[in-house]
């Protein structure tokens, strides 16, 4: 059984900082590309950041180069995302997934977490 379980999520002024973990199971993981993906109230999903299964290969959304860092470590079955310079527009929950195609389109992604809630105050 596939499981991802997101953590790190919370309250943070904007400005701040905050590390998102996803720790996956059940999967050979070293297999399968990562991507991070957000969905706000009222708004449809969309992708924040992907990483290859190798980790050499990352897509940002616009809005998140250069404040947002994906990073994996497959020894340890894990994919981070480092958030920097909050806004409150980045209030959300966030997704981690796990697909075979390296892609920020979310249909290909097959696993999916329960999701993590971030909220921005301004």
């Known amino acids: 059984q596939v499981e991802l379980v997101e953590s790190g999520g919370g309250l943070v002024q904007a400005g701040g900082s905050l590390r998102l973990s996803c720790a996956a199971s059940?999967?050979?993981?070293?297999?399968?590309?990562m991507g991070w993906f957000r969905q706000a109230p009222g708004k449809e999903r969309e992708s924040v950041a992907t990483?290859?299964?190798?980790?050499?290969?990352?897509i940002y959304a616009g809005s998140m180069k250069g404040r947002f860092t994906i990073s994996r470590d497959n020894a340890k079955n894990t994919v981070c995302l480092q958030m920097n310079s909050l806004k409150p527009e980045d209030t959300a929950v966030y997704y981690c997934?796990?697909?075979?195609?390296?892609?920020?389109?979310?249909?290909?992604?097959?696993?999916w977490g329960q999701g993590t809630q971030v909220t921005v105050s301004s």
């Open positions: 997934a796990a697909s075979r195609t390296f892609t920020a389109r979310d249909a290909p992604y097959n696993y």
């Open positions: 990483i290859s299964t190798t980790g050499r290969s990352t």
């Open positions: 059940g999967l050979t993981f070293s297999s399968y590309h």
